[in-house]
């Protein structure tokens, strides 16, 4: 769950997809541009990704000031490069890469990086 600040300073909580890539500790999220998460966090890049485990009992908070990368406004830009990259490191391999970048396009999507800056939480065991 990404919880990012709505303009009266109460969180705005979503549930979503992520990477975390362990060798330069920061999260990637795609983000459609309209949408309440990209909004929120122009306006206020503070961030916290919390996981749990499957039974619930053991959990962890991931807090960073995120970045935006720019919303992807051409199949071949960097934008919709990156969202790929995300992709591939979340799902694995597209049936047809061809029409995710087109989706790409059309969704405006672009994604988040949160650099980890803290993290807190309730280990296994």
Same mark, same amino acid.
Request: charged share 30%.
């Given at each position: 769950?990404?919880?990012?600040? =709505?303009?009266?300073?109460?969180?705005?909580?979503?549930?979503?997809?992520?990477?975390?890539?362990?060798?330069?500790?920061?999260?990637?999220?795609?983000?459609?541009?309209?949408?309440? =998460? &990209?909004?929120?966090?122009?306006?206020? +890049?503070?961030?916290?990704?919390?996981?749990?485990? +499957?039974?619930?009992?053991?959990?962890?908070?991931?807090?960073?000031? &995120?970045?935006?990368?720019?919303?992807?406004?051409?199949?071949?830009?960097?934008?919709?490069?990156?969202?790929?990259?995300?992709?591939?490191?979340?799902?694995?391999?597209?049936?047809?890469?061809?029409?995710?970048?087109?989706?790409?396009?059309?969704?405006?999507?672009?994604?988040?990086?949160? +650099?980890?800056?803290?993290?807190?939480?309730? +280990?296994?065991?």
């Amino acid at each position: 769950m990404l919880a990012t600040l =709505k303009r009266d300073g109460r969180p705005q909580l979503s549930n979503i997809n992520y990477h975390y890539d362990t060798d330069r500790d920061l999260v990637r999220i795609s983000v459609t541009a309209d949408r309440a =998460k &990209a909004r929120n966090l122009r306006r206020d +890049p503070r961030a916290s990704l919390h996981v749990t485990s +499957p039974d619930g009992w053991a959990w962890t908070v991931a807090e960073g000031t &995120a970045e935006l990368s720019d919303v992807a406004a051409d199949e071949h830009d960097a934008a919709v490069e990156e969202l790929i990259d995300v992709y591939r490191a979340v799902q694995g391999e597209h049936p047809d890469w061809d029409d995710y970048r087109r989706a790409m396009v059309r969704d405006q999507r672009l994604v988040v990086r949160l +650099p980890v800056e803290r993290v807190y939480g309730q +280990p296994l065991g």
